[in-house]
């Protein structure tokens, strides 16, 4: 397995490709500066076609005051 690592400003992208089922198009993740997954394209919406992410990540932190938080989409 290759791993290919970019980085473009404070996101981190990398690009795992799989030569199984989706013919070595594999699976995009990118991170924040603080290493927690913040995008992730799957096979069939491939990030290098231009599509939005599958899945979505956003962190809510309130430090002492409050719970920690974590905001899910996926299309």
């Not at 791993?3 to 799989?18: F, I, M, N, Q, Y």
């Not at 992730?40 to 719970?67: H, N």
């Amino acid at each position: 397995m290759r791993t290919r690592t970019h980085l473009a400003g404070k996101l981190v992208a990398l690009a795992r490709p799989s030569p199984g089922r989706d013919g070595g198009r594999g699976t995009d993740l990118a991170y924040d500066g603080l290493g927690r997954l913040v995008q992730v394209w799957l096979q069939a919406r491939p990030k290098a076609k231009d599509f939005t992410p599958s899945i979505k990540y956003e962190y809510l932190i309130r430090g002492a005051d409050g719970p920690a938080a974590v905001h899910t989409q996926k299309i």
